[in-house]
C-alpha cells in the first residue's frame, strides 16, 4: 500500500533535503576546523534551524503538488492528532512515548511517502497543540519524518506477515527510536557554547574528540530517556502490535484508496 | 454556475464587491500571528548578541510584561510559563554540567574541589569532578541565561500567537498540508474525549476503568474509531469541494518545478560550501540565492490551489509597528555588538562586574511598544 | 434538477449490485423523502448524486445521474460542490475545523470565492439558521441539533441548487428535530432549494415531502409518488398512517391534523369497544400493570414472540425488593448542576422511559445508575450496592448499560472474540453470550463469527451489545438511547426483546427521544427538565398531556388515552356487542 505516491520530483526535493539535514545536523564533525561553520560555530545551530523551516516547507509544498487527495489527507490528521494526542501521555514518564510505535506501524502500513509526511505533520500539529513551538522543531519534523518513512521502506510491505514482520518492526523501532534520540541531541549540542563545558562542542577539537564530547553528552543527557523510548517501542509493538496492524490494514481497504472506478453506459 | 435563469442565481451573479465591508465584528481584530513571531523572534536574535545578564534580564522583562498584558485567554497562552520552566531547567543542566563535569575556561577562584574521577584515554582529557572555579560557573551561567532568554522569547510568541490563525496564513502552496493539520488540531481533543469515555465504558464491561492496561486496550477501539471517522471526513472533504484545482499554465509549472528544485540544489551547494574550508567564499551567496529562488518557487506553486481565505488576519500599522520595534531592539544590539563588545560581554577572566549600558538598555525597553499598541485581550466568556 | 437514468451501483468484491434500475428525477425546488428499510441501498443512492460514488467509494456505476445538467460521471464530487450540498449521518464526522464561522466558510474557501462574497454569506446563514449568537463557538461546544444546522449550513454557503441530507434528524430531540426541519422548509419555500433526503422517523418528516420515493427493498426498483400514494403501498410508514390503515381510511392521513378531523367515528368505535369490556381493561395501557401490558400487546412484527429466547433469561435474584433507589440525589459539574433532587424507584419487572431535552439529564442519571459518576449529594443504590463504590466485575451483575454509542462497549475484531470476552467477564458459561446474540437476533445466525463488530448494521450492533450486556445477567437494565438510526423493522424488534426481559422480571429503564417506542413499552414515564423530574407516572398520564413528548396515536385520540396502534387494534379486534 503506498497511500501518498511520491513522484520523481517529490523524490529529489527529499533528497536533496535530506542531504541537506544531514549537514545541519552532522557539521561539527563533517566541517574542518577552516570553515566558515566553525568559524561561527554559535550561530550555525540557528541558521541550519531557519534554512530547515524552508527546506520542510518546500518538501510539504512538493508532495502535496503530486497529489495529496482527500483520503490521504483526512487520514494524515487523524494520525497525526492520534500521535500528537499520544505525545504527552509519556512526557513525564521516563521515555514512555507511544508515539513512536504509532509511526513505525503507519510507515510500515501505508508507505514511505506517508510515513515522511505524517511524522512531520504529527511533530508541527503536537507543537502547535502544546505551544511548544521552538528551534527544535524543524529538527524533529524532520528526524520523525525519517523515522516513519524508513518504517515504510522496510522490505516484504506486500508479503511479509506475521512473527517475522512483528520482529522487523520491533528491531527497527528499537534501533530507529535511539537513533531519533540520537539526532535531536545532535540537533541540540552545538547550542552548548564550547568553553561553558567540557561535554561542548569545540569549533577548535579534532574529530575523534568531538565525538568523546558528544558521546558524554548523550550519556549525561538522555541516555536513559532514549533507552525507555526503544524499549518501550519493542514491547508495545509484541503486545498492541498486530492488532494496530490489522486496524490500519482494515481502515486502507475500507478507505478504498486503489479500487477502480469505472462508468458503464446503460 | 451552469445556468443563470433562476431568479436568486442572478442575484448571485450580481454579487459585486460591496461598498464598504458589513461591520460584524463583535471583537477587536487581533494583531496578525506572524507579527507576534517576528516580534518575539527578534528579541531571541538581540538575546544571542550578548552575555551580559543585566541585558538579558531586561530582555526576559520586556517580553514578560508584554505577555502579562497580551497574553489571550486560551489554552496554548499557558505555555509560556511552561518555556519559562524549560529556560530555568537548561540554565540549572549548564550549571551542573559546568560543576560535574568542568570547563576548558582556565580560572583561579576555586570554589570548591570535588573528588575525580579518571576517565579512560579516548575521553580526550574530559574529566569528571576536579576543581570547580568562579570563573567556569559564572561563564556557564552567563551562557545559560543567553539560551534561557532566547527560550523564553520563543515562549513569548507561543502564547501570543494563536496557532490556528497562523495556519491561515500558509501560504497557498501548503494548501492541503495546511488542512491535514488543522483536522489534526480539530481533532485531537475530540480523540482525548474518546479515550476519556472508552476508559469509563470498560465498567460496563466489568473491567478496572482505571490504569495503564485499561489504557492500552481502550487504545485500539479508539484508534479503529479515528479511523473509521477519516474515512467519513474525507467523503465529506471531497463533496464540499476540497482538492479543486485551478488551471496552472504549463510553462508557469516547469518554472516552479525549475526554481524549486534549483533553489534546493542551491540550498545544497551553499551548505557544502559553508562546510568545507575552500568554500567560504561562494557558501553564503549560493546558499542566498539557493533560498530565493525555492521561496519564489513556493509562491509560484500556490497557484495551482484556487482557495481563498475568509476573514484573512490583515497586516495593518499595528503589526508594522510591533515587528518594527522588535527589529530594532535586535539592530541595536547586534549594531552595540560590534562596536561596545565589552559591555555586551562582560569579562569572565578576570571577573569583572556587569555593568549596564546605557544606550542598549533603553533600546531593548523600545520592545515594550506592542504592550501600548495592540489591544488588550477579549475577556473569557 | 437530479436525474437518475437506469442507475445500478455495484461495489468492488460485491457480486450483485446494491441498487438496480433506479430511474426517477426530482424536480426542481421540491422536497423529496427517500424512504425504505435498512440495507436497500438508500445511501448510495444519496451518494452518487453527489459523485462521491463512484468517485469516492470504488465500484462500478451502470447508467447515468446528472446534476443540474453535471453528469457525475464527467464531474467528480469537488466538481459538484457548488450545485450538490451533501450532509451525512453524523455531523461531528463532517467538520473540518474547529469553530462555526470558519466552517461555514471552508466550502467556500475551497471553492475560491472572493472574501467580501463569503463574508456576506457567512453572515446570511447565520440569520438563516438562527447561529448568530454562536458564531465563535467551538463546534464541540454545541449540542446535537446545534451541530446538525451547523453542518447544513456549511454546506449551504455555495449556495448549491440541490441539498443531498441522510438523517438528519435520527438523532435529535423532538425540538431539535423540528428546529432543523423548519429550516429545510424555509430553504425549500423561500430560497427554491431541491431537497433529496433519507429519514427513518417518518413520523417526523412526512408533512414536509413533496414526493416520495421508496426502495421497498434489496434490488428492488423505486417508485417515486405523492406521499399517500406511496404510504398505500410502503413498508415502512409512521403510526398515524398506521392507524389510517386500521381504520380504513382513504385517502391515508399523512398528518395527525389530517387524522384528527378523521377521527371522531374512530373515538366513537373505541369509546364503545372499550366499554364494552371490563373496566379495568377499558382503560387499556393507562397504568396497566407490566404483568398486564406484556400479556395484551402483541408486538406488530414479531408474530413468533414466544420463540424469543430459547433459553429464559432469568435475571439473577436480588437482595433488595428494589432494582434501584435514587434518594435526593444531585450532581454538579461545573458550570451547571447537572441533576438537582432528584428521588426514583425502580421495582422488578417495570420499564421506564426517561425522557427530556438533549442535556436535561437522562444519561447523566444513567451514568449515576452504573457509577460512572459519583453522586456530588443524595444516595444511589443498585441491587442493593453504592455503585461508584462496586468493583465492576460484580457491579455487571447488578446493573448493566447499554451506551448511547453501542460501539463503545465493544472492544474485540470479531463477534467471536466479543462473546467470548463477555463469557468471561461476567464468569458466565461459555458460549452464553453467542446464544444471546442469536436469541435477540435470529437473522444474526446468517453473520459469520468472524465479522468485526465494527462492520455490523446499527441494529445488529446493538443487539451485539445487548447481549454482551445481558450475559452477566442483570437484573436492571439501562439504555440510553437505543434507537438511534433504526429503522422500524428493528425498533420493533427491540421492542419485543425489551417487553419480554421486562416480562422476565428485568427492571429497564430509557433515556430516549423516541416517543413512539416509549409509547409502545413503557409503564412509567420519567420527565426530566434541566436536572430535575418535573413528571413521574403511568405512560398514558404522562405522554398524553404532554405536547412535544406525545406520540402521533395518542394526539390524534385525545382526549382518550390510546398510545399505540397495536392498542387500537387490540380493542378493536375485540368487538363490543353493538358494533
Known sequence: MNVIHLGPRSIAALTLTSAVGVAALGWPFLAPPRSQLTAHATDAPWLFAGLLILLVVVVAATISESGLGPKAVAMLGVLAATGAALRPLGAGTAGIEPMFFLMVLSGRVLGPGFGFTLGGVSMFASALLTGGVGPWMPFQMLAMGWFAMGAGLLPGARRLRGRTELVLLAVYGFLAAFAYGTITNLAGWPFLSGTASNIAFQPDGSVPGNLARFFLYCVATSLGWDLGRALCTVVLTFTLGPAVLRALRRATRRAAFESAVTFEPR | ?381 | MIRFEDVSVTYDGATEPTVQGIDFEVPEGELVLLVGPSGTGKSTILNSVSGLVPHFTGGTLRGRVTVAGRDTRTHKPRELADVVGTVGQDPLSHFVTDTVEDELAYGMESLGLPPHVMRRRVEETLDLLGLTDLRARPISTLSGGQQQRVAIGSVLTPHPRALILDEPTSALDPAAAEEVLAVLQRLVHDLGTTILMAEHRLERVIQYADQIALLPGPGEPLSLGTPAEIMAVSPVYPPVVDLGRVAGWSPLPLTVRDARRRASDLRQRLAQAAGSRAAGAARVGAGGTPQARASETPPTATPTRRTWFRSRITPSPLPSPHAAEVQALSIHRTPTRALTDVTLTLTPGETVALMGRNGAGKSTLLNTLVGLIPPTSGTVLTGGTIPHRTPPHDLIRRVGLVPQEPRDLLYADTIAAECEAADADASAAPGTCRTLVTDLLPGMTGVPDDTHPRDLSEGQRLALALAVVLTARPPLLLLDEPTRGLDYAAKARLAAVLKTLAAEGHAIVLATHDVELAAEIADRVVLLADGEIIADGPAADVVVASPSFAPQVSKILAPQKWLTVAQVKAALGAPGPRS
Not at chain 2, 109 to 129: F, K, M
Not at chain 2, 285 to 300: E, Q, S
Open chain 2, 1 to 381: 454556475m451552469h445556468s443563470g435563469s433562476r431568479p436568486q442565481q442572478q442575484a448571485r451573479a450580481s454579487e459585486t464587491p460591496p461598498p464598504a465591508p458589513p461591520r460584524h465584528r463583535t471583537h477587536p481584530t487581533p494583531l496578525h500571528p506572524a507579527a507576534w513571531w517576528l516580534w518575539s523572534l527578534s528579541l531571541g536574535i538581540a538575546a544571542t548578541r550578548t552575555t551580559n545578564p543585566l541585558l538579558l534580564t531586561l530582555l526576559i522583562a520586556t517580553s514578560a510584561y508584554v505577555v502579562a498584558a497580551r497574553r489571550p485567554h486560551t489554552p496554548w497562552a499557558r505555555s509560556y510559563s511552561a518555556f519559562v520552566k524549560l529556560a530555568l531547567a537548561v540554565l540549572l543542566i549548564r550549571l551542573a554540567f559546568a560543576v560535574t563535569l568542568g570547563s576548558p575556561l582556565p580560572g583561579t577562584h576555586v570554589i570548591v574541589t570535588l573528588p575525580e574521577v579518571p576517565l579512560p584515554d579516548w575521553a580526550q582529557g574530559i574529566r569528571l569532578g576536579g576543581k570547580v572555579t568562579a570563573e567556569t560557573l559564572t561563564f556557564a551561567f552567563y551562557d545559560g541565561l543567553k539560551l534561557a532568554t532566547l527560550l523564553i522569547c520563543v515562549g513569548a510568541a507561543n502564547a501570543l500567537a494563536s496557532p490556528t490563525r497562523l495556519l491561515k496564513s500558509l501560504p497557498g502552496a501548503l494548501y492541503e498540508m495546511g488542512v491535514a493539520v488543522v483536522v489534526a488540531l480539530t481533532f485531537a481533543p475530540n480523540l482525548i474525549a474518546d479515550i476519556q469515555r472508552l476508559r469509563a465504558a470498560r465498567r460496563l464491561r466489568g473491567r478496572p476503568d482505571s490504569g495503564l492496561r485499561g489504557l492500552l486496550q481502550v487504545g485500539l477501539p479508539v484508534l479503529e474509531g479515528a479511523l473509521e471517522r477519516s474515512v467519513a471526513l474525507a467523503a465529506a472533504m471531497d463533496a464540499r469541494g476540497y482538492g479543486r484545482t485551478a488551471d496552472v499554465p504549463p510553462r508557469v509549472r516547469r518554472t516552479t518545478n525549475t526554481l524549486t528544485l534549483g533553489g534546493l540544489l542551491g540550498v545544497c551547494a551553499g551548505t557544502y560550501g559553508l562546510l568545507t574550508a575552500e568554500g567560504g567564499t561562494y557558501g553564503i551567496p549560493v546558499l542566498l540565492a539557493g533560498v530565493t529562488a525555492a521561496l519564489a518557487g513556493l509562491r509560484l506553486g500556490g497557484r495551482r490551489t484556487p482557495r481563498t481565505r475568509y476573514r484573512p488576519d490583515p497586516w495593518g500599522a499595528r503589526a508594522w509597528l510591533v515587528t518594527a520595534s522588535g527589529a530594532a531592539v535586535a539592530a541595536a544590539l547586534a549594531w552595540a555588538s560590534v562596536h561596545d563588545p565589552a559591555a555586551l560581554h562582560p569579562g569572565v577572566i578576570p571577573l569583572t562586574t556587569p555593568t549596564l549600558p546605557l544606550y542598549p538598555a533603553a533600546a531593548i525597553l523600545l520592545g515594550l511598544l506592542p504592550a501600548f499598541v495592540t489591544t488588550p485581550p477579549e475577556e473569557p466568556s
